[in-house]
T-cell receptor, first 118, second 115 residues
């Protein structure tokens, strides 16, 4: 059983288009994340949702809009795609701690979506 | 802000050689430390973790010890195999208000093991 799944695995599109990437986790976690990995393999967090609420929003262009319809899904919509958006996008999930508890729980990653903007 | 510094790669070793990948960090508070591994074409997998000073994380023959005095978390393995060829990421984790935690990654170190 796939724990964290992403679709599509590959996405090739033209500049200026709008595209979405979907992520689903079946681990029962309540926190989900999007990361971007550039061509040099550098990984940086973009967003995080906890129980459908946005809790991390790094400095990301507002062309990127995450949406969490429920705590098992976190989608990423990108408007007006640019060449610099070409990267591998990883979804991840984790448990959050109990209320008032510090959480260091492991994040589980999906297989990634390789986006190529031409 | 928090940051993680890893040694530059690629690191090329012969099978059965000893491996060390250096990792140092800068953080406020008391982060947890992780090593993740990314095999070609795949997502990241947790390799090992340590949540407090002097903790040693270990898995699949890999080890790393959380050294607060030197702010380091170096990855070691006594005898590498060809199947260990991958990119290794050191990361630190800070809890986030509202749940979950935020991972800050190093730049990754590519390891190539040859016969």
């Amino acid at each position: 059983d796939t724990a964290v799944s992403q679709t599509p695995k590959y996405l090739v599109t033209q500049m200026g288009n709008d595209k979405s990437i979907k992520c689903e986790q079946n681990l029962g976690h309540d926190t989900m994340y999007w990361y971007k990995q550039d061509s040099k393999k550098f990984l940086k967090i973009m967003f995080s949702y906890n129980n459908k609420e946005l809790i991390i929003n790094e400095t990301v262009p507002n062309r990127f809009s995450p949406k969490s319809p429920d705590k098992a899904h976190l989608n990423l919509h990108i408007n007006s795609l640019e060449l610099g958006d070409s990267a591998v996008y990883f979804c991840a999930s984790s448990r959050s701690g109990l209320a008032g508890e510090i959480s260091y729980n492991e994040q589980f990653f999906g297989p990634g979506t390789r986006l190529t903007v031409l | 802000g928090n940051s993680v510094t890893q040694m530059e790669g690629p690191v090329t070793l012969s099978e059965e050689a000893f491996l060390t990948i250096n990792c140092t960090y800068t953080a406020t508070g008391y982060p947890s430390l992780f090593w993740y591994v990314q095999y070609p074409g795949e997502g990241l997998q947790l390799l090992l973790k340590a949540t407090k000073a002097d903790d040693k994380g270990s898995n699949k023959g890999f080890e790393a010890t959380y050294r607060k005095e030197t702010t380091s978390f170096h990855l070691e393995k006594g005898s590498v195999q060809v199947s260990d060829s991958a990119v290794y990421f050191c990361a630190l984790s800070d809890p986030v208000t509202g749940g979950g935690n935020k991972l800050t990654f190093g730049t990754g170190t590519q390891l190539k093991v040859e016969l």
